[in-house]
């Protein structure tokens, strides 16, 4: 049993090494992918490539498709690599394990799913968005606005009100969170191709990732589709995978979140007060953390780990 870790990352450098060494520690059969936008902060690279873990430069952003093409950018680099591995699991660099590595690994190895990752069908009554919401996402096509995206926290609250603009007409959509405006477009999307939703935290087979990247090179007007799309990364894993219908997906992705305290769609930073909740969980990996704000939960969390290491 291999498993390919990609960590997407753009802050905190300390908690990236920390989430690769604790990783490490737990496991001498696994290969980590760093893909860090260096425009956000530096890392160090020539440490990183010394312990074993390949760096990429990647490219950060809320709403559009850099974060989906830095992920399809690792999968090409374990191909034409013919790295061998068994499951590939999406990390960011404000994530941490809560369980054991051993123990996700005798998971995955025993399991009969194919891969883990949160799904449902985005214009439907199970969606968790208002169908609205769903629409505005996906069936129009967006173009980054400077000036929105220029625009401080505090005068976005203020313009809040535009968006009833939203609601008043079907054909042109503003986004102030992500600084995006949208003209809506012809569909990509009918009975056989329907558009799923869900996080883009994942943790997927072999043959689920290679048929996610080759399904790209055979469909790139797919691709072409979710680069304009707003929160692209919330729907194009699970659409590919499910309208496929050739494999066993749990609707768990094995990730905690807590999303109760916030209102701007980003999970609350978790802290030690936050511990029996996480270690009762049945998730695999949690975010998110800052070292900067908490650091006593991951110290609690890595003598979890590492007494588990040490014992078995």
């Known amino acids: 049993m291999k498993i390919a870790y990609l960590i997407q990352s753009h802050t905190n450098p300390e908690q990236i090494y920390r989430l690769v060494e604790i990783i490490q520690k737990s496991t001498h059969d696994a290969k980590i992918i760093v893909s860090h936008d260096f425009s956000s902060c530096n890392l160090d690279t020539l440490a990183l490539q010394k312990s074993g873990v390949q760096v990429l430069i990647g490219k950060g952003g809320r709403g559009d498709f850099v974060v989906i093409q830095a992920y399809l950018n690792a999968i090409k680099w374990l191909i034409e690599h013919q790295i061998n591995y068994d499951w590939l699991i999406y990390l960011s660099g404000q994530d941490y394990p809560i369980k054991p590595i051993s123990e996700i690994e005798n998971f995955l190895a025993k399991t009969s799913y194919d891969g883990f990752l949160e799904y449902f069908d985005v214009f439907s009554t199970a969606s968790h968005w208002s169908i609205h919401e769903g629409k505005s996402r996906y069936l129009f096509k967006y173009q980054k606005i400077n000036t929105l995206s220029k625009l401080p926290a505090g005068l976005?609250?203020?313009?809040?009100?535009?968006?009833?603009?939203?609601?008043?007409?079907?054909?042109?959509?503003?986004?102030?969170?992500?600084?995006?405006?949208?003209?809506?477009?012809?569909?990509?999307?009918?009975?056989?191709?329907?558009?799923?939703?869900?996080?883009?935290?994942?943790?997927?087979?072999?043959?689920?990732?290679?048929?996610?990247?080759?399904?790209?090179?055979?469909?790139?007007?797919?691709?072409?589709?979710y680069q304009k799309v707003c929160v692209a990364d919330e729907s194009f894993v699970q659409t590919i995978l499910i309208n496929s219908k050739l494999f066993n997906l749990s609707d768990d992705n094995k990730r905690y979140f807590d999303f109760s305290q916030t209102s701007d769609g980003r999970p609350k930073i978790l802290t030690i007060n936050d511990y029996d909740a996480l270690v009762q969980s049945n998730a695999h990996f949690a975010r998110k953390f800052d070292v900067h704000k908490d650091i006593k939960i991951l110290d609690t969390l890595d003598e979890k780990i590492l007494q588990f290491v040490l014992h078995s």
């Open 156 to 225: 976005k609250t203020i313009l809040t009100p535009i968006k009833i603009v939203n609601y008043l007409q079907p054909l042109i959509r503003i986004n102030l969170a992500y600084g995006m405006l949208g003209i809506k477009v012809s569909s990509l999307f009918n009975e056989q191709f329907i558009c799923y939703g869900g996080s883009f935290f994942t943790t997927l087979s072999r043959k689920c990732v290679e048929y996610l990247y080759q399904f790209c090179q055979n469909h790139p007007e797919v691709v072409a589709y």
